[in-house]
């Protein structure tokens, strides 16, 4: 298994790209967030890697963070969930948003990405679920406020405020803070903003 690559990029062509590793040119597709973060044409590029053998051909698929390759790696154990429709979500969504959605059971985060319905939407959440989600859930909002920031966070989401909101509004939250104080201090927070 080729685990990693580096090398000189030669050619991006979204999802492709075109690594010279002395004299060899490799092909790697990569999700949408790690082209994003590409060097220059003829700079140096190093991306980790997982190689899928199919009967038809040998793909290796290039990621920028051992995270990313650990949830496409994930995804693609599930059944009807391919290569192709693992990096088609990982473009669609970065890998906090993937969790978060999981942890918050949201299918409808899932729909809006291209090639995902709602059959394959709720699949992925049932079969990460404890996989990916509430051990891998780590926005900063989350983490700056403690142990209960699940639960607050939650609760403001059910209240019917945004993703955005509910973040800006958990920066208030000290670390710590319990359940009911910390619904108190956020939403003190969203009626001044």
Same mark, same amino acid.
């Given at each position: +298994?080729?685990?990693?690559?580096?090398?000189? $990029?030669?050619?991006?062509?979204?999802?492709?790209? @075109?690594?010279?590793?002395?004299?060899?040119?490799?092909?790697?597709?990569?999700? +949408?967030?790690?082209?994003?973060?590409?060097?220059?044409?003829?700079?140096?590029?190093? $991306?980790?890697?997982? $190689?899928?053998? &199919? %009967?038809?051909?040998?793909?290796?698929?290039?990621?920028? /963070?051992? %995270? %990313? &390759?650990?949830?496409? !790696?994930?995804?693609?154990?599930?059944?009807?969930?391919?290569?192709?429709?693992? $990096?088609?979500?990982? /473009?669609? +969504?970065?890998?906090?948003?993937?969790?978060?959605?999981? *942890?918050?059971?949201?299918?409808? !985060?899932? *729909?809006?990405?291209?090639?995902?319905?709602?059959?394959?939407?709720? !699949?992925?959440?049932?079969?990460?679920?404890?996989?990916?989600?509430?051990?891998?859930? *780590?926005?900063?909002?989350?983490?700056?406020?403690?142990?209960?920031?699940?639960?607050?966070?939650?609760?403001?989401?059910?209240?019917?405020? /945004?993703?955005?909101?509910?973040?800006?509004?958990?920066?208030?939250?000290?670390?710590? *803070?319990?359940?009911?104080?910390?619904?108190?201090?956020? @939403?003190?927070? @969203?009626?001044?903003?």
């Amino acid at each position: +298994m080729i685990g990693r690559i580096a090398g000189t $990029l030669l050619e991006k062509n979204p999802p492709q790209l @075109l690594i010279d590793c002395q004299g060899v040119g490799y092909e790697v597709d990569v999700p +949408m967030s790690t082209f994003y973060n590409l060097p220059a044409l003829g700079e140096k590029v190093a $991306l980790l890697t997982h $190689l899928a053998i &199919r %009967e038809d051909a040998h793909v290796l698929f290039g990621f920028g /963070s051992a %995270e %990313e &390759r650990a949830t496409f !790696r994930q995804l693609i154990k599930i059944s009807g969930v391919g290569s192709r429709t693992a $990096l088609a979500i990982l /473009s669609g +969504m970065s890998v906090a948003d993937l969790s978060q959605a999981i *942890t918050l059971q949201e299918a409808g !985060r899932l *729909t809006r990405i291209p090639g995902i319905g709602k059959k394959t939407a709720e !699949r992925l959440l049932l079969e990460l679920k404890g996989k990916l989600g509430a051990d891998l859930f *780590t926005s900063s909002a989350a983490v700056a406020a403690g142990d209960h920031s699940g639960d607050i966070l939650n609760a403001l989401l059910a209240l019917g405020y /945004s993703d955005k909101e509910a973040a800006i509004a958990m920066k208030s939250v000290p670390a710590g *803070t319990g359940v009911s104080d910390g619904i108190k201090l956020a @939403l003190k927070a @969203l009626s001044k903003a």
